[in-house]
């Protein structure tokens, strides 16, 4: 079973549609990182969450940080084909060496 | 710019071959991961190095080794190569110093074992 359950697996909307991913556990994490990996690239770090309840936005991304720490979400505002790609959330151990990833939710973005 | 490279971005190998995937980073960071990626799974950590020539495991190290004899430098070995292990391969390192929430990836290996 995963640590972390991303959902949906996959989004396919039109371009100025609004969305919204979840990344959930059922335990309580000290932070949680969410990533996008663009096809053909490895991931890329977007933010990190430290606070429950802690709301951090980029641009036309907001990222929700759960009160109880055991959720996140991510949502985009007039989603654009650039915003094409997997978004993966991932949380890391105490000593951050190592680094457990859920497995993505795939969005397209038509034009 | 941190950059992370991998030998190969595509790679095609027989059954029982030896595969060796080799990563370099330039920033001088001490952390270096290596994990595999497979649909529906994430991406799975298979050994990660703190330091030249110190390894430890991560979730899934069978049928893989790893050498870190320089500090930019962090090579997977597949012993034996066989099917189950296809897979796209993400190299990443960290620093102690900087953000230790933040890895940097490489661009990936698409192994293909026939």
């Known amino acids: 079973t995963q640590l972390l359950e991303q959902s949906p697996q996959f989004l396919s909307i039109q371009e100025g549609e609004n969305l919204t991913v979840y990344c959930n556990s059922s335990?309580?994490?000290?932070?949680l990182q969410w990533y996008r990996q663009e096809p053909g690239e490895g991931p890329v770090l977007l933010v990190t969450?430290?606070?429950?309840?802690e709301v951090k936005k980029l641009k036309r991304l907001t990222f929700q940080f759960g009160d109880a720490r055991k959720d996140s979400s991510l949502h985009i505002t007039a989603a654009q084909p650039g915003d094409t790609g997997l978004y993966l959330c991932?949380?890391?151990?105490?000593?951050?060496?190592?680094?457990?990833f859920g497995s993505g939710t795939k969005l397209n973005v038509k034009p | 710019d941190v950059k992370v490279t991998q030998s190969s971005r595509y790679l095609v190998k027989r059954t029982g071959e030896k595969v060796f995937l080799e990563c370099v980073q330039d920033?001088?960071?001490?952390?270096m991961f290596w994990y595999r990626q497979d649909p529906g799974l994430g991406l799975r950590l298979i050994y990660f190095s703190y330091d030249v020539k110190m390894k430890e495991k991560g979730d899934i190290p069978e049928g893989y080794s790893v050498s870190r004899e320089k500090k930019e430098r962090f090579s997977l070995i597949l012993e034996s190569a066989s099917t189950n292990q296809t897979s796209m391969y993400l190299c990443a390192s960290s620093s102690e110093q900087g953000d230790p929430y933040e890895q940097y990836f490489g661009p990936g290996t698409r192994l293909t074992v026939t």
């Open positions: 969450v430290v606070t429950g309840g």
């Open positions: 335990s309580v994490f000290s932070s």
């Open positions: 991932a949380l890391s151990s105490y000593n951050f060496n190592k680094f457990y």
């Open positions: 920033m001088d960071h001490e952390n």
